[in-house]
């Protein structure tokens, strides 16, 4: 690197691979909003790293919500405009293809939200922000059985899609730990993009399951409820922490209100930095921060955190990402604000889960917070 | 599976096949008068959910002339403004798109591919304006669950059959019973001898459209009533089943139209309520290749150029 070259490498380039359209663009929004909220705040005076003073640049590119897509994005993140770390992909579906990649073009790379083990299964340079659906699913059997005092469960879920598969699954191998085998009485199924499952929940509703379990997306829940309660369906229905991103209740209404999720964190009656961050992102964009951008908010810090304690960047961008990587494996106590993390050897973070309740404004209230 | 599950399973089959009933009529209508396979309908019917949605929140919120009109008002509403200005739609783009291939004598398979990038027009042109956000439709009626006997029948569902019903009908009844229906028979039958009997061929055809657009605008807006979350791409896989529901029940043919929709949507629904989902389309497509593999026709088809 010659002298002229590094000035004008004062930046630390991270890429952001978001579904900017495609079937969940809110998720894609909600990080793009948090990100340049970040960036903003850090450029006021710059980002310290060793000796030098350096500015953040961000590049965000659209995954469209596709697997194929997220993979291309993830390469010419890398190989293009050669960040020095990846921020995103959020959901299972492209984070784990994406995540082979960043592995194999060895560059770290945090996903905020996907919780599906894969993710960082057997890869060094891949880690996460959020808890896994190994933690998520058992907590939801869990308070399923101690909440609503059921025995029965059903499970409807979309099998073409990594998160709702291996969420549903390991809900049921946990319930039917607690309540024998069979215990999950109808394991239904669809596919991406199917808008009818009145076939499915009639299967639901005739099985005597006394709870739901729908492991869906904002986009896919108000369908899935609408014609439960259609076909006559008058239980408890739980989802999961993607329930949280993107505007569900603006797509559901009164249809959702009553019903239980597991999240990573509640914005209603939050405190100290969390409370900070979403005064500052209800200023700004006039609306409360879900999960994806407060995980985003906390994976872009603890990316940048990993590049401070590096100690300072060699400018040589593989030495760098390697740099980057083994910090972040040794992260201890990092203080964000949905909680408290430590990372165990995989990428994966220990860290409690919460279970939030739509209360009866349509606002995500704390319900009770379940540790590990 | 018990009674009251196989009933439930019929009166789901019967709501999801009047969508693929509606829609293909709409094919059948344009392929009969024109033999133009318009593959831009299943994007007619997403722009008329959005019309609906336009005009539901129009008429009933804060923008609208008469705040706080009830929901089955603005429904009654609605209804003929949905149909008119989603044909509004379909008129333009045989006027812009169709008409002036078919004055220069150009071959169908250029008019189809035509069709085919209409609809992705219409798609994209609906994420340019509106992003790609899901459009949450407003509750117009209140959904009543009515339980018999272990059967959950609501009045949606029973309307949207009833408006399959009624669009199959009325349509039959136009092409059958009326004039300008003759009119139609005859284009499909000989598009260069009818102009020389004094019909007026261009105005036959924009009204086909305007049928048929008309009626994908309804189903767009009972689509929208009974899954009230709308995308820009809704209209496409949707739209490709109920145009092959239209050439299994016999393309051109409205009363093939009609049952290959409600063909599609039994076996659709049985599938799912007998085998794991992911089975679906590959047994439902299996079987309505099976049937036109026995009747190349299709189920009401003959084998003749006058169809409709």
Not at chain 2, 229 to 241: E, R
Request: aromatic fraction near 12%; charge should be neutral; include cysteine.
């Amino acid at each position: 690197m010659t002298g002229l070259a590094h000035a004008a490498d004062d930046t630390i380039k991270l890429g952001f691979d978001i579904p900017l359209t495609g079937d969940i663009p809110d998720v894609g929004e909600s990080a793009k909003n948090s990100a340049e909220m970040l960036k903003e705040q850090i450029n006021k005076d710059g980002i310290k790293v060793g000796d030098k003073t350096y500015k953040v640049e961000f590049i965000y590119e659209d995954n469209e919500s596709k697997a194929e897509s997220a993979v291309s994005a993830a390469n010419k993140l890398i190989t293009q405009d050669e960040v020095l770390g990846m921020v995103g992909p959020q959901s299972s579906k492209q984070a784990v293809p994406a995540g082979e990649v960043a592995n194999n073009l060895k560059t770290p790379m945090v996903s905020p939200w996907s919780t599906n083990p894969n993710t960082t299964l057997d890869r060094p340079y891949v880690f996460r922000g959020c808890f896994l659906d190994t933690f998520q699913g058992p907590t939801a059997a869990k308070f399923a059985t101690q909440e609503f005092g059921a025995k029965k469960a059903a499970v409807l879920y979309d099998i073409a899609s990594d998160y709702p598969k291996g969420l549903a699954e390991d809900f049921k191998k946990a319930f039917e730990k607690m309540h024998g085998e069979g215990s999950v009485v109808a394991f239904e199924t669809f596919t991406t993009k199917d808008v009818d499952f009145s076939a499915q929940l009639t299967n639901i509703v005739k099985s005597g399951a006394e709870v739901l379990f729908v492991p869906q997306y904002y986009n896919e829940v108000p369908l899935i409820v609408k014609q439960a309660k259609a076909l006559g369906w008058d239980k408890p229905i739980l989802g999961s922490d993607s329930w949280g991103g993107g505007d569900l209740m603006g797509l559901c209404g009164d249809d959702c209100k009553g019903y239980f999720f597991v999240t990573h964190y509640a914005a209603a009656g939050a405190k100290g930095k969390t409370k900070d961050f979403i005064d500052a992102y209800k200023a700004k964009y006039n609306k409360t921060p879900d999960d994806v951008a407060a995980l985003t908010w906390d994976s872009t810090n603890l990316m940048l955190q990993a590049i401070k304690d590096t100690g300072g960047l060699t400018g040589k961008t593989g030495k760098d990402r390697k740099a980057i990587m083994k910090v972040l494996g040794t992260v201890k106590d990092f203080d964000g604000i949905t909680g408290k993390m430590s990372f165990t050897p995989e990428g994966d973070p220990i860290k409690c889960a919460v279970v939030v309740k739509i209360d009866d404004a349509g606002n995500y209230s704390f319900y009770e917070s379940v540790c590990p | 599976m018990d009674f009251a599950g196989i009933i439930q399973n019929i009166l789901n089959a019967l709501q999801w096949g009047s969508f693929y009933s509606l829609i293909a009529l709409g094919y059948c209508l344009v392929y009969g008068v024109l033999l133009l396979i318009n593959f831009a309908h299943g994007d007619i019917f997403m722009v008329g959910a959005y019309i609906s949605l336009f005009v539901a929140t129009l008429l009933l919120g804060q923008f609208g002339g008469i705040p706080g009109m009830p929901g089955w008002l603005v429904l009654t509403l609605a209804v003929p403004l949905v149909m008119i200005l989603t044909s509004c739609v379909g008129v333009t783009l045989e006027r812009i798109a169709y008409r002036p291939l078919r004055r220069k004598g150009a071959h169908r398979l250029y008019v189809v591919i035509t069709a085919l990038m209409c609809g992705l027009i219409l798609e994209n042109g609906n994420l340019a304006l509106f992003g790609a956000s899901r459009r949450s439709f407003p509750t117009l009626v209140e959904t009543h669950v009515f339980d018999v006997s272990g059967v959950a029948v609501t009045n949606i569902k029973l309307a949207v059959i009833l408006v399959a019903i009624i669009a199959f009908l009325f349509l039959r009844f136009v092409v059958v019973k009326t004039k300008i229906g003759m009119a139609m028979r005859a284009i499909s039958y000989d598009k260069f001898a009818v102009p020389l009997m004094g019909i007026p061929i261009d105005t036959v055809i924009v009204f086909t459209f305007v049928l048929g657009s008309g009626f994908a605008g309804l189903a767009g807006l009972m689509f929208a009533m009974t899954y009230p979350v709308l995308d820009p791409y809704m209209g496409a896989m949707i739209g490709w089943k109920a145009f092959i529901a239209a050439v299994v029940g016999g393309i051109g043919s409205i009363r093939g139209a009609f049952a290959g929709g409600f063909l599609l949507g039994f076996v659709e629904i049985m599938v799912v309520a007998f085998f794991p989902s992911t089975l679906r389309d590959l047994i439902a497509f299996s079987i309505l290749l099976f049937i036109l593999w026995l009747k190349p026709t299709g189920l009401y088809g003959v084998a003749r150029r006058t169809k409709i």
